[in-house]
Each structure stands twice: as structure tokens, then as C-alpha cells.
């Protein structure tokens, strides 16, 4: 089928296209700029110039494909402290995308996180099956889902904070290594044992690959390989690399050590992806979080 992707030339995106193409998709991908083109084509891509606030592109885009993987989202403006703008400049690209696709039976994938499952006080270990009323980014993955009414086959993505391999240049993974280098220590908060779940780039890219060609319509998947690792063990294996210790960080400090990070580090996020591997029939076959810190990829400079 002919798939349009958004986020193409992205950490995502440049693993997702390749995939596709082996399994014999055809591919547009958007691309905002002309370094974003040039890897877009060089992926093996066709090249759709456009941003997520061309919403006639985006809806002239989704009408011409077979289907339309939504990777963009405007993380330069999430770490600026413009989350609000980021957000609804996400909301108005799916609602176009999904007006375009609406009663066609044509699949839509869209992407949410794993964190997102906190928000709702989850205190135990986040399932496929469990949904958020409202929130951040959780308005767009509903909105996503109760595309499955309007004769879309629509399903959602939800990704781990850290999707990792060496295509990860931007992601939580690399800031978390910026800050250490910065602050001269590899921090946690409180005694270190809240979970965060993690996949790496190759295995997420897999599963929206399977959800394009066979989710059900309504369906909420997990890209999620190791199910919690404790946040002093991601700790330890940067500051290990760094030659930096790992330590708590009082809480007067969080903020200062965390930057935009600050709000999620304390976060305990443990999350199955049991349902996604027995719908897709999808197993991780790539180097989990620590293993793939330990072959020294992410403190190349």
C-alpha cells in the first residue's frame, strides 16, 4: 500500500521507512525543510513538503494514501515550555488526517506514550486495556481511537520515554546523558526505584509496521520491550560511561538538574506490551536499554 508518513526524516521515522519498503509498501513522507527531504529521499522515500500546520497538505496527503502513519509532533516547542502549542498543533493535524480518512476503511496509526498511563494514578503495571480520560496528548489518542466509529481502522501507538538504538540523537535518553555531563552527576530521584519501560528504535518501528497492515480498528498497542527499568539502574550505566557518579537529587534541585525532563523523572511508569505481542504477533529481537548503553553508541562525540 501506498503510506504517507509524518515525522519521516525523524529518530522513528528513519527506521519505520526502510521497514516499510522491505515489506513492500510504498512511502510519502512529510518533510518540512530541505535537510528533512534529502533524508526523506535518501530513506527511498517520495517527498511531500509540508509541516504539520499545512493542513491542506496533510489532508490532500491522507485522501491520495492507503493508509498514514502519524510520527510529528513539535518537540523543539516541548522542550521550549511551548507543550500547550505542541499539543494543539497535534490535535488539528489528526483531526484533518482523520476527516480525510473517515469512512474509507483505511488504517490510521497514530502514536501516544507510556507515561501518559501516570496521569490516571496507575499503581501497577500499565496494560494495553487501560484508558485515560483527558490529559496531554491522551485527548489525541482517543481521539484516534473513536476514529474506529467513523469507519477508520485506527489504532495507537504508545511508546515507552526511551526509544533507543543509534538513531536516538533527541530523545529523553540523550538529554538525560546532557544533563549528566552537565551537572557532573548521573541523578535520580528519591531512592531511584521508580520503572521506566523502554524499547528499542528497530522493535517500535516493527510494531507500527504491524499495526498499518493488520491492527483492528480501535486498537491501543504497546512498543514496549523491557517493562520497567529502575531509574537508578539508568542512572548507573550513564554515570558508568561518563565516569560520573550516580546519586539522588535533593528535591530543591530537580528542576535545575532536569530541565524540561523534571516532571517526569520521578515517574513510575512499568508497562506490558503481553496484549500488543499476542495481537501482532511482535517479539523485540534488539539489544534491550542497558545493553544497548553498554555498546557506547549514545557518548560518541
Known amino acids: 500500500m501506498q503510506v504517507f508518513v509524518t515525522g519521516a526524516s525523524g529518530h522513528i521515522g528513519s527506521a519505520l521507512i526502510p521497514d516499510l519498503l522491505h515489506h513492500g509498501h510504498e512511502v510519502v513522507g512529510l518533510a518540512r525543510s530541505g535537510g528533512s527531504a534529502a ?12 509541516s504539520l500546520d499545512d493542513l491542506d497538505v496533510l489532508r490532500e496527503a491522507a485522501t491520495a494514501s492507503d493508509g498514514v502513519i502519524h510520527l510529528a509532533f513539535k518537540h523543539e516547542e516541548m522542550r ?28 490510521l496509526v497514530g502514536t501516544s506514550g507510556t ?34 466509529d467513523r469507519g477508520v481502522r485506527s489504532s495507537i501507538v504508545r511508546l515507552p520515554p526511551i526509544v533507543h538504538s543509534s538513531l536516538d540523537h533527541h530523545g529523553f535518553l540523550p538529554g538525560l546523558i546532557g544533563f549528566a555531563r552537565r551537572n557532573g552527576v548521573a541523578g535520580y530521584v528519591g531512592d531511584g526505584a521508580n520503572r521506566w519501560p523502554a524499547v528499542h528504535t528497530l522493535d517500535a518501528a516493527r510494531v507500527y ?23 537508578r539502574t539508568l542512572a548507573e550505566a ?60 549514545y557518548f560518541e562525540e
Not at 533524508?39 to 509540508?50: I, K, N, P, Q, S
Not at 496528548?137 to 476514529?147: H, K, P, Q, T, Y
Open 238 to 297: 550513564i554515570g558508568r560511561h561518563l565516569d560520573l557518579p550516580a546519586a539522588t537529587v535533593p528535591p530543591e534541585e530537580i528542576e535545575a538538574t532536569f530541565d524540561y525532563l523534571a516532571f517526569f523523572v520521578s515517574l513510575d511508569n512499568p508497562t506490558s506490551s503481553t496484549l500488543t505481542r499476542e495481537l501482532l504477533d511482535w517479539e523485540p529481537t534488539h539489544p534491550g536499554l542497558v545493553d544497548d548503553i553498554d555498546e557506547g553508541h
Open 209 to 231: 509496521r504491524l499495526a498499518l497492515e493488520s491492527a483492528p480498528a480501535g486498537s491501543r498497542l504497546h512498543a514496549v520491550a523491557d517493562q520497567g527499568i529502575p531509574f
Open 39 to 50: 533524508a526523506v529521499e535518501a530513506l527511498g522515500a517520495t517527498v511531500r513538503r509540508g
Open 80 to 107: 521550549s515550555g511551548d507543550f500547550e502549542g505542541a499539543i494543539a498543533t497535534d490535535q488539528r493535524a489528526l483531526g484533518v488526517i482523520g476527516e480525510a480518512l473517515a469512512g474509507s476503511g483505511k488504517p
Open 115 to 148: 507515561l501518559m498511563l501516570t496521569f490516571n494514578g496507575l499503581e501497577r503495571t500499565g496494560t494495553e486495556s487501560d484508558v485515560v480520560e483527558a490529559g496531554p496528548r491522551v485527548d489525541a489518542e482517543n481521539a484516534v481511537i473513536a476514529l474506529a
